[in-house]
């Protein structure tokens, strides 16, 4: 079992609708959780963390963490063309120094 | 706060030469880190460090590869005798504790290495 597992895509979604990602993880320890943004050639950048169950807004970003269930989420509103790139889902490990374990992202492409 | 810094961008080498990377973190971050990342996949731990302790190395750090962080300030990878395989993405991130505990990651533009 992979300790993080994303659906690759690529997630195909019409400009306006909204994109769900989802993300299941291995560390039943783990309080904290993050999703990152990576587009094509270029470092990932933080987008949402969250620490306890239920969900997290901000702006058009929402992530819903359910800790019994070990899986987390990311739905993004009103998605953009800008909005294309890859996901990645990563947990804080519980067990190590304070290190990220990243999935392998998912691919999300908003088309006009 | 000029971010995390890397250097150099990228580095196109023969099979068998050495490499080595630096990282400048931000100012007032205390805990380093460095990926690796290959095509299609997410960026895989290599090691970590708080101030100048190397604290963790992932088991994917052969003995080729050599971190330091001498004075808590900037990093460097080293990677000695570079094999085709060692061709990736070399990330660094740096972060400082918040109050609440959490620790945010914030990623360097990274180094990409090409082995020939």
């Known amino acids: 079992q992979k300790e993080v597992e994303q659906n690759s895509g690529p997630l195909s979604v019409p400009e306006g609708a909204i994109a769900s990602l989802n993300c299941t993880y291995s560390d039943r320890g783990s309080q904290s959780f993050f999703w990152y943004r990576q587009y094509s050639g270029k470092s990932p950048e933080l987008i949402m963390s969250?620490?306890?169950?239920g969900d997290q807004e901000d702006g058009r970003f929402t992530a819903q963490l359910n800790k019994a269930s070990q899986y987390v989420s990311l739905l993004i509103r009103d998605s953009q063309p800008s909005d294309s790139a890859t996901y990645l889902c990563a947990f804080m490990f519980s067990g190590g120094y304070n290190k990220l374990i990243f999935g392998a992202g998912t691919r999300l492409a908003v088309h006009p | 706060d000029t971010g995390v810094s890397q250097d150099p961008r990228h580095k196109i080498t023969k099979r068998g030469q050495n490499v080595t990377f630096r990282c400048d973190p931000i100012?007032?971050?205390?805990?380093l880190y460095w990926y690796r990342q290959t095509l299609g996949q997410g960026p895989e731990f290599l090691t970590y460090?708080?101030?100048?302790?190397?604290?963790?190395k992932s088991r994917l750090l052969s003995d080729r590869f050599s971190a330091e962080r001498p004075k808590g300030s900037f990093s460097t990878l080293e990677i000695q005798r570079t094999e085709q395989g060692d061709s990736a993405m070399y990330l660094c991130a740096s972060s400082f504790p918040l109050s609440s505990g959490a620790n945010v990651l914030t990623f360097g533009a990274g180094s990409r290495l090409t082995v020939l």
């Open positions: 100012s007032e971050h205390n805990r």
């Open positions: 969250i620490y306890s169950n």
């Open positions: 460090f708080q101030n100048e302790a190397q604290l963790e």
